[in-house]
Nanobody
Framework: QVQLVESGGGLVQVGGSLRLSCAAS????????MVWFLQAPVKEREFVAA????????YYADSVKGRFTGSRKNTEGTVYLQMNNLKHEDTAVYYC?????????????????WGQGTQVTVSS
């Protein structure tokens, strides 16, 4: 059974940094794309970043380009999201998700597996 477990969220000031982790287990993720979504209060869940498990290639939403960096460490079965220069509007619950195709879609319905989320709060 696939399991995704996020960690690393917390409270940080504007301009600060956090690194989120997503520990993936339950199968081999070769051929998968791993993504991050965020969900702010009373808003829809929205795409943030994607990482190809095979190649490590990344893709980002315009709102985080240049500030966030996705990566993966295959040997550890972990995907990361390094978040720098955080803004108040980055405050949200961040979710890790996965789909068994190495192709990115920016909608939640494209993903088969989800973690439970980790809260990021950026204080001004």
């Amino acid at each position: 059974q696939v399991q995704l477990v996020e960690s690393g969220g917390g409270l940080v000031q504007v301009g600060g940094s956090l690194r989120l982790s997503c520990a993936a287990s339950g199968r081999t993720f070769r051929g998968y794309v791993m993504v991050w979504f965020l969900q702010a209060p009373v808003k829809e869940r929205e795409f943030v970043a994607a990482v190809s498990w095979n190649t490590g290639n990344t893709y980002y939403a315009d709102s985080v380009k240049g500030r966030f960096t996705g990566s993966r460490k295959n040997t550890e079965g972990t995907v990361y999201l390094q978040m720098n220069n955080l803004k108040h509007e980055d405050t949200a619950v961040y979710y890790c998700a996965a789909r068994p195709q190495d192709a990115i879609v920016e909608v939640t319905t494209g993903y088969d597996y989800w973690g439970q989320g980790t809260q990021v709060t950026v204080s001004s």
